[in-house]
Structure formats: structure tokens, C-alpha cells
């Protein structure tokens, strides 16, 4: 049987929408293909942005802000030493972009100006923390990337 150009022609066409279509396919059933976005609460919290973002304000008004240490025992905040220790309040979360199962989130309680995030709570790759806290009625947020 001969092949004239045409049927060639449509023969491509076919081979290449099956090829796209097996893709199509595969990134849709494929549970390793998920994205999720970064909160279950997304729309709410993008409601709440300005506020964030005032509080970052905030944050970059300090004299001294939050510095984050790597130690052997795990990460170490280390909060402003010109503040009362009673007087902050907060949270700390911690998020893992490659998977939402091991975010987690540590209330700010503090003996010293430190507060030590546990080696055995962190595993090895990317994560976003995020310290949202107050003084003396004013709130404050620091944010930052890190590799662990």
C-alpha cells in the first residue's frame, strides 16, 4: 500500500495530538504532578495582606530585628535583646514547599531572647519561615528562605 503526502500529513497530526494528549493525560491522574497552593485558606489570607505587609513594616523599623543561626541542635531565633521577653507573643511556622505534610507551627514561649526550632522537626532541603509576633500591641512579621 503507498502513502501519498496527505495521508503522511494526517498521520503526523494524529501521532502528535495522541503524543500531547498521552501528557495530558498522564500530569492529571498522576499524584506526583499535584500543586497545591500554598494554604488551604488561600483567598482569606490574600484578604489579609495589607496587614502583612504593615507588619513587615514594622519589622524593618526595629533597630534590631529577628536573626536566624544554623547550630548543631537545630535553627535558633533570636529575638531583639532591648525587648521584655514576657511582653512577646507569637508563632512560629514553619513551611515545606515540596510537601505541606511537614509544615508545622510552634507557639513563641521564651526563658531566654531564643527560641530553638529542634534539628529532629527539620529535614534536609528548602523551607519558608515566618515569625509573626507582637510587642506592646504592635505586630510584627519577619519572613525568610532557607536551606536546611
Do not use: C
Not at 503526523?12 to 495530558?24: E, G, H, N, Q, T
Not at 500554598?38 to 496587614?51: F, H, P
Amino acid at each position: 500500500m503507498k502513502i501519498n503526502w496527505g495521508t503522511g500529513i494526517v498521520i503526523a497530526f494524529i501521532a502528535f495530538i495522541s503524543f500531547i494528549m498521552y501528557f495530558i493525560v498522564n500530569m492529571n491522574v498522576q499524584s506526583k504532578y499535584d500543586h497545591d497552593l500554598v494554604t488551604d485558606s488561600y483567598y482569606e489570607e490574600e484578604l489579609q495582606y495589607q496587614s502583612s505587609i504593615d507588619k513587615q513594616r514594622n519589622a524593618q523599623k526595629l533597630t534590631e530585628n529577628i536573626r536566624l543561626t544554623h547550630t548543631n541542635s537545630g535553627i535558633q531565633i533570636k529575638f531583639p535583646s532591648a525587648f521584655d521577653i514576657q511582653k512577646i507573643k507569637g508563632n512560629v511556622f514553619l513551611y515545606r514547599p515540596s510537601n505541606k505534610q511537614f509544615d508545622f507551627e510552634i507557639p513563641i514561649s521564651l526563658s531566654h531572647h531564643t527560641l530553638l526550632i529542634p534539628d529532629n522537626r527539620l529535614l534536609d532541603g528548602r523551607w519558608n519561615i515566618q515569625v509573626d509576633w507582637s510587642y506592646n500591641n504592635t505586630d510584627y512579621l519577619f519572613k525568610e528562605e532557607i536551606n536546611y
